[in-house]
Structures are given as structure tokens and as C-alpha cells.
């Protein structure tokens, strides 16, 4: 017991310096501004909003079932590969190890509906001045049922069940006892943990001769580690992230063959750096949600000088986050295969960027335009910010090659 309780702290710092070395690199200057913009700009859109709630919502189910997703917790076990072939045969003296795994998987996603309850106090508060004591007891359930989930769905995956209906059944008992405790009351709290208890009783007993899936362990773990190193490359380079490349046929149209008077290394990178974005399995979709989450705030401010301020701010992240692409293709095999200057090489990667600052920016735009139509001529900032951060990453990348000449 004590050698399963050491394994696992040693995993675990393991786990907490990784994190270390690379938050680092994503709580930076930018990242930082970008959030602390962000959280205004939120708040403000808030505030204004409480001032004149939108009636004939139904404010319990949406709380309810956004708060349910958020208590839904990832089990995080710290198996690795060679567990299945050298912790096998201890498999009877890893209790410990499992109730640590369980606390940790606890403790390390428990911000989540904290944050959520936060966010969501003052609307209740407006909503619910004389029963505002079944808030309070909402924050009791979300500290209660995420414990018991995650020693459910321990229970469900050794019992060789699958992850996608663990979490539906939770989903299911969580947003009907939240949404019970607020429209009902007391009592109906009280029941949906009487539930959650004959569920963990009723699984315990199931699985008294059942052995560790491990396959299924190992591969949750894996697939938990690679989702943060893709998180972490939208800030720094990840060694052990491998980029993953996907068609999409939707964006074929922007990878045709090049016509012959352009298939020549003048134009072989900036048609490198387009194909890579576009069939890049992460990178895409990293851009993507960063431009999506700039347009949903735009449009949540009724402020048209902080909205043109996020917009530019947005632009300016989204710029630095395809930097990525100039290491991916300069320093990769094509140079090798097909040796061209390095003037070529930071030719196309501005060619790139001047186009994807153009597409991003008319796509600000209109979103702008269509929020505030009267300040029309705020857009212009969209294209003068993206046109500055492309002459300083292509300045600094020009640097960079003169020092390596030294």
C-alpha cells in the first residue's frame, strides 16, 4: 500500500513540474492582457445585461445544465504505457493508489463549477432575492456530486463499460438534482445524493471480482495528456506532440494546384504555409476558437470603441498564434528535398500571413459592421494591427536568421 501511495506522489510531481515548465509559456504578457481584456470586456456586456434581464428564460434549466457538463470530471489515473505488463500483478494493492488518483482527478478540475457559481451569482441573486438559500445549496451539490461521479465512473470503467455512457447517466442525474433543487426544493437535493450512493453501492458490489481495464485506462490517460500538449502549442513548441494532418474538402478551394507561371519556389512556401493551416489536425481548430470566442464578445459589448479595441486585440493574438507555421516549415524536410534561400522561405511565410490577416480581419468586419453599423470606420484598426504584428514577427524573424549566421 505504501509503495502504490509512493508511485503515485512521484507521478503526480511529475505531473505538477511538466505543468510548471510549460505554464511559463502560456500565462506570458500577451496571454495575460488578452485575458484581463477579456474579463472586462465580459463583466461590462454582464453588467449592462442585468440591468435589463430578458424575461421568459428559463434561467434554472440553463444554469442546471451548463453546471452539470462543468461537474462532469475527467478521471485522470496517471497510467502509463508499461503499467499493464509490470503493475499487473499488484493490481490487488492499488486501492490507495486509486483513491489518490480520484482526489487528484477532484482537486484538479474542482475550479470549474466554482468559477460557473460565480459568474452566475449576481443573475440569482436578482432572481431569486426571497430563496436565495437553494443557491446556496446548489454550491453544496457542485463541491457533493462531482466526488461521487468520478467514484462511479472509476466503478463503470472497470466494469468494462464505456465513457460516453458514464457521462450521459451523470449528465442525467446531475441536471435533474440541480434543476429540482431550484425549482423544488430542499428535499429533492437530498434525494438525488441518496441516488448517487445506491449508485457507488451498486457498482461496488458489481465490480468485487472484476479486474482493470487496462487498455481503456491507459488510452483515457494518454488522450488526457495529448489534449493539454495541444492546448500548449498554441503558446510554445511541444517535442511530443506530433501534427496530425486531416483533408478538408470544404477548403480545397483554397489548395489548387498552382498554375504553371507559379510553380516555382517564388511561391512553394506560401503554398506550403496555406496547405499546412489548412490541413493541420490542431492548429485550424486552435485558430478557429480563438476567432470564434473574438466574435461572440464583439457582439456581447454594446460598447463599439471596447468591442473595435477586443477586435484589434483579437487580431493581434490570432497573428501570433500562426507563427508557429514559420518553424514547422522552414526548419522541417523541405528545404532538404528542395533547397531554396532562406529569403524565399520568409517570403512565402509573409505572403501567408498577409493573406490570413485579410481573411481574419474581413471576418471581424462584418461581424463589427453588422453589430454597429454607425461606427463603420473602427474597422480599419482590424487591418492596421494585423499589418503591424506581421512586420514584427517577420522583422524578429529576420533577426533571428542574421544571429544564426554568426
Avoid at 139 to 153: A, C, E, M, N, T
Avoid at 165 to 186: H, P, Q, W
Avoid at 187 to 203: D, E, G, K, R
Avoid at 240 to 255: K, P
Wanted: proline letters at 2%; a positive charge; one cysteine or more.
Amino acid at each position: 500500500m505504501n509503495d502504490a501511495k509512493s508511485l503515485f506522489n512521484i507521478r503526480q510531481k511529475e505531473e505538477v513540474i511538466e505543468k510548471l515548465k510549460y505554464n511559463k509559456f502560456i500565462f506570458n504578457g500577451h496571454f495575460l492582457i488578452f485575458i484581463t481584456i477579456m474579463l472586462g470586456a465580459f463583466a461590462l456586456g454582464y453588467s449592462n445585461w442585468l440591468k435589463d434581464i430578458p424575461q421568459n428564460i428559463n434561467y434554472h434549466l440553463i444554469i442546471s445544465i451548463i453546471l452539470s457538463v462543468c461537474s462532469i470530471f475527467p478521471l485522470r489515473t496517471l497510467f502509463r504505457e508499461a503499467d499493464k505488463l509490470y503493475l499487473l500483478p499488484f493490481e490487488k494493492h492499488l486501492s490507495v493508489y486509486i483513491k489518490k488518483a480520484i482526489t487528484y482527478s477532484y482537486l484538479n478540475r474542482l475550479y470549474l463549477p466554482v468559477v460557473i457559481l460565480v459568474i452566475g451569482l449576481p443573475l440569482f441573486y436578482k432572481l431569486m432575492v426571497n430563496d436565495f438559500y437553494l443557491y446556496i445549496t446548489l454550491i453544496i451539490l457542485s463541491f457533493i456530486f462531482p466526488l461521487f461521479g468520478l467514484v462511479i465512473k472509476w466503478f463503470w470503467l472497470k466494469y468494462g463499460l464505456e465513457m460516453w455512457s458514464v457521462n450521459i447517466v451523470l449528465f442525467i442525474i446531475y441536471a435533474s438534482g440541480y434543476y429540482t433543487t431550484l425549482k423544488v426544493g430542499l428535499m429533492s437535493s437530498i434525494l438525488t445524493i441518496v441516488m448517487l450512493i445506491a449508485l457507488v453501492i451498486l457498482m461496488e458490489i458489481m465490480n468485487r471480482d472484476t479486474f482493470y481495464q487496462w487498455e481503456t485506462l491507459i488510452s483515457i490517460e494518454h488522450n488526457h495528456k495529448m489534449n493539454y500538449y495541444k492546448f500548449v502549442n498554441m503558446f510554445t513548441d511541444v517535442k511530443v506532440l506530433n501534427e496530425r494532418t486531416v483533408r478538408r474538402r470544404y477548403l480545397d478551394i483554397f489548395l489548387k494546384v498552382p498554375a504553371s507561371k507559379k510553380f516555382n519556389q517564388d511561391y512553394m512556401y506560401k503554398f506550403l504555409f496555406i496547405r499546412s493551416f489548412a490541413r493541420g489536425k490542431d492548429a485550424f481548430f486552435i485558430v478557429l476558437r480563438f476567432l470564434i470566442i473574438g466574435l461572440l464578445l464583439i457582439w456581447w459589448i454594446d460598447q463599439s470603441v471596447i468591442s473595435a479595441i477586443l477586435g484589434a486585440l483579437i487580431m493581434y493574438l490570432l497573428i501570433l498564434q500562426l507563427s508557429q507555421f514559420y518553424k514547422q516549415q522552414a526548419y522541417g524536410l523541405w528545404p532538404q528535398v528542395w533547397p531554396v534561400s532562406e529569403h524565399q522561405v520568409i517570403k512565402g511565410y509573409h505572403q501567408f500571413l498577409i493573406n490570413m490577416m485579410i481573411i481574419l480581419a474581413v471576418i471581424l468586419s462584418i461581424i463589427y459592421i453588422v453589430k454597429f453599423p454607425t461606427a463603420i470606420y473602427f474597422v480599419i484598426l482590424f487591418f492596421i494591427v494585423g499589418w503591424l504584428t506581421i512586420d514584427s514577427s517577420i522583422k524578429k524573424i529576420k533577426k533571428h536568421q542574421e544571429l544564426l549566421r554568426d
